[in-house]
């Protein structure tokens, strides 16, 4: 057996050591409130799409949504990342979240007093847009603040994961149940309400006081200069591009889903909501591995066998002509989207300088965010020409090619990336837990 192996823990002081991040109150009150809160936000998305096409019966119209919703996030990303640098993290986050709640509310009263209409909704997709775009990169700065140990950072991250696809699970889930029997309004208004508990929970948190930053330059000169930084520094570039490829040309699956369940599989809301429950099981399966983890070396490996993941398995729900198959299918592609996602963030926070982590955690929204509406624009109107199966299965080749091309380069990535790891001692101290440092953990945590 292997010396790695016969150090790993086993039982349940591994399931422990893969929540270790819990052991920081900060991070407890993120967890427990942002997992309510996703739960309303996931409930929302599923209640939102199935709204659109149940009034328009159109591909396109879901396109359109989802380009709605998602654009600010690629225009505004520079100059939220340098907001994000330049303020308050955790104000700044009670601000997004309240907003978001309103919007909510807003949304759910248009569509219980049966006045909504299909533009008012894109409206208010847009305005919780911008809204994503600034709330986004702070949340994920915010978390180096979160936990107590810079090398719990990662762990963190990939709980980030399961957390949202936690919900992912369940919100969707009860979405379905909820619009067959009360409407899509009472969906909306649950998201609202649970937009309290992470409010409640950032009220709650008792952060370091930051030194005071040095005199800033004008916004627009800052934002210039995280371009310049992320573009200059190969890895975080090619990082960034992977994504954006991964999000253009395979994310736009998840706005065709109402048009699988129906039209494919010939089923309901239900339909909609177990496969996108199916997603969720997926993306919770990839986030625990990636929590299991123990080190950043070999996330570029990584990185490259989760995209293929993601394009098989897209490639497969194009072929897919009943429930079970999809549903298998889209485990398959979330997961290693999932791990595509939490393996790259947690690259990118590892190597970037603190002064820079807002704006780059910004261009890493608009990779996952920002460019998913043109493939959701564009995707909603290929769909509509060649139907939604052979737009998935482009979308899944696509991705297999991105994935190619990147670990073609990922050689050099890597030494560009080892003279960090060494400076900030992750080389020597990122190994596999041994068996009395999982000792040590378990007599803190009891």
Same mark, same amino acid.
């Given at each position: 057996m292997p010396a790695d192996e016969a150090r790993r823990p086993h039982g349940v002081g591994r399931l422990l050591w893969i929540f270790r991040a819990l052991q920081a109150r900060n991070y407890r009150l993120y967890f427990g409130g942002q997992s309510l809160s996703f739960i309303g936000t996931w409930m929302q998305r599923m209640a939102l799409n199935w709204w659109?096409?149940?009034?328009?019966?159109?591909?396109?119209?879901?396109?359109?949504?989802?380009?709605?919703?998602?654009?600010?996030?690629?225009?505004l990303a520079p100059l939220a990342g340098a907001l994000v640098d330049r303020w308050d993290r955790q104000r700044l986050l009670m601000m997004t979240q309240t907003l978001a709640m309103l919007q909510a509310f807003v949304l759910a009263w248009l569509v219980l007093a049966d006045i909504a209409t299909l533009g008012q909704v894109v409206v208010l997709s847009v305005v919780l847009g911008v809204i994503n775009a600034i709330d986004m990169p702070t949340r994920q700065a915010l978390i180096?603040?979160?936990?107590?140990?810079?090398?719990?950072?990662?762990?963190?991250?990939?709980?980030?994961?399961?957390?949202?696809?936690?919900?992912?699970?369940?919100g969707p889930t009860m979405a379905g149940l909820m619009i067959v029997s009360v409407g899509e309004g009472r969906c909306f208004l649950l998201n609202g309400l649970s937009y309290l508990a992470i409010l409640?929970?950032?009220?709650?948190?008792?952060?370091?006081?930051?030194?005071?930053a040095p005199p800033r330059g004008p916004i627009l000169v800052e934002a210039h200069a995280g371009v310049?930084?992320?573009?200059?520094?190969?890895?975080?570039? =090619?990082?960034?591009? *992977? !994504?954006?490829?991964? @999000? $253009?040309? #395979?994310?736009?699956?998840?706005?065709?889903?109402?048009?699988? &369940?129906?039209?494919?599989?010939?089923?309901?809301?239900?339909?909609?909501?177990?496969?996108?429950?199916?997603?969720?099981?997926?993306?919770?399966?990839?986030?625990?591995?990636?929590?299991?983890?123990?080190?950043?070396?070999?996330?570029?490996?990584?990185?490259?066998?989760?995209?293929?993941?993601?394009?098989?398995?897209?490639?497969?729900?194009?072929? =897919?002509?009943?429930? *079970? !198959?999809?549903?298998? @299918? $889209?485990? #398959?592609?979330?997961?290693?989207?999932?791990?595509?996602?939490? &393996?790259?963030?947690?690259?990118?926070?590892?190597?970037?300088d603190e002064e820079q982590r807002g704006r780059v955690m910004s261009f890493y929204t608009m990779a996952f965010m920002g460019t998913a509406p043109l493939g959701s624009l564009v995707a909603g109107g290929v769909a509509t020409q060649i139907g939604?199966?052979?737009?998935?299965?482009?979308?899944?080749?696509?991705?297999?090619?991105?994935?190619?091309?990147?670990?073609?380069?990922?050689?050099?990535?890597?030494?560009?990336?080892?003279?960090?790891?060494?400076?900030?001692?992750?080389?020597?101290?990122?190994?596999?837990?041994?068996?009395?440092?999982?000792?040590?953990?378990?007599?803190?945590?009891h």
């Open positions: 659109v096409y149940r009034v328009t019966h159109s591909a396109l119209a879901l396109g359109w949504l989802g380009f709605a919703g998602q654009i600010p996030a690629l225009l180096v603040d979160l936990v107590d140990q810079p090398e719990a950072l990662g762990n963190a991250l990939a709980l980030n994961s399961i957390m949202t696809n936690g919900a992912r699970l369940v409640a929970a950032i009220g709650a948190m008792r952060l370091p006081s930051r030194p005071a310049r930084y992320a573009w200059g520094f190969a890895p975080i570039r =090619a990082i960034l591009l *992977l !994504v954006s490829a991964a @999000t $253009l040309l #395979g994310m736009p699956y998840q706005v065709l889903l109402p048009v699988f &369940a129906t039209d494919i599989l010939h089923g309901d809301a239900h339909t909609l909501g177990v496969l996108t429950a199916a997603s969720g099981v997926g993306a919770i399966i990839g986030a625990l591995y990636m929590a299991s983890r123990d080190s950043v070396l070999g996330l570029g490996r990584v990185l490259v066998l989760s995209t293929c993941l993601f394009g098989l398995g897209l490639v497969g729900l194009s072929l =897919a002509r009943h429930d *079970l !198959v999809a549903m298998l @299918t $889209l485990v #398959g592609a979330s997961g290693g989207m999932m791990v595509l996602t939490t &393996a790259s963030n947690t690259v990118l926070q590892t190597i970037v939604a199966p052979q737009t998935v299965r482009i979308g899944g080749v696509g991705c297999l090619i991105g994935a190619l091309v990147f670990a073609r380069y990922l050689p050099a990535l890597r030494e560009m990336v080892r003279p960090i790891y060494t400076n900030r001692g992750l080389i020597q101290t990122a190994t596999l837990p041994t068996q009395a440092a999982i000792e040590s953990y378990l007599h803190g945590h």
